[in-house]
């Protein structure tokens, strides 16, 4: 009897598979875990560079822009929304604006947030603060008629458990570009 009891005990068949009984309901949700944040950083990076290459856009445009209807703006919008692929684009919504320096301070010249599919909040004053920050130049180092662009995109972000956790998740991007030539860029319709 005794040496059937050292048998039963001695037996290792079968530890393997409870300690992936153990184990497994650990590892599922940090793998969901892991890819939710991979997918995040993901969402991230391509509104970055959205909105990055919205300003730049803006900035290239010397002979000024158009507003509303099939616009310039707009077709730089559907450009940064083709860029958030393969994110879902209704989430993402775009405020652009023109700043420059005028006699030494700073004024706004333009702005529109109502190009892409999701209206974005006005930057108003917002977009003269981001201007004349020590690293933009204006008005601190820039000579009156500099000018910067300002794109300032936000992205309301989806996780993948949203059944679970149904909050989303706001991104919000904000890129800077000076015009070619320094010279502000004109808005027709803004």
């Known amino acids: 009897m005794l040496r059937k009891v050292r048998t039963i005990l001695a037996d290792t068949r079968g530890v393997v598979a409870m300690e992936f009984a153990l184990v497994?309901?650990?590892?599922i949700p940090l793998l969901f875990v892991g890819y939710?944040?991979?997918?995040?950083?993901?969402?991230?990076?391509?509104l970055q560079s959205a909105t990055a290459a919205m300003a730049d856009l803006i900035a290239q445009q010397s002979a000024g822009v158009s507003?509303?209807?099939?616009s310039s703006l707009g077709n730089f919008c559907s450009a940064g929304q083709m860029m958030m692929t393969p994110f879902p684009p209704d989430s993402l919504a775009v405020a652009m604006a023109s700043v420059s320096n005028s006699a030494?301070?700073?004024?706004?010249?333009?702005?529109?947030d109502n190009e892409c599919w999701v209206t974005a909040a006005p930057l108003g004053g917002k977009a003269i603060a981001l201007a004349t920050t020590p690293k933009n130049l204006i008005p601190n180092a820039g000579t009156?008629?500099?000018s910067v662009i300002v794109v300032q995109a936000t992205?309301?972000?989806?996780?993948l458990l949203k059944?679970?956790?149904p909050i989303p998740i706001t991104i919000t991007q904000t890129a800077l570009a000076r015009p070619r030539g320094n010279a502000p860029i004109a808005c027709n319709g803004c």
């Open 67 to 70: 507003a509303g209807g099939w």
């Open 163 to 165: 059944y679970l956790l």
């Open 155 to 159: 992205y309301q972000y989806q996780s």
């Open 144 to 146: 009156p008629g500099d």
């Open 24 to 27: 497994l309901p650990l590892m």
């Open 104 to 112: 030494g301070s700073a004024q706004l010249d333009w702005e529109d």
């Open 36 to 46: 939710e944040i991979a997918q995040y950083v993901r969402a991230t990076m391509q």
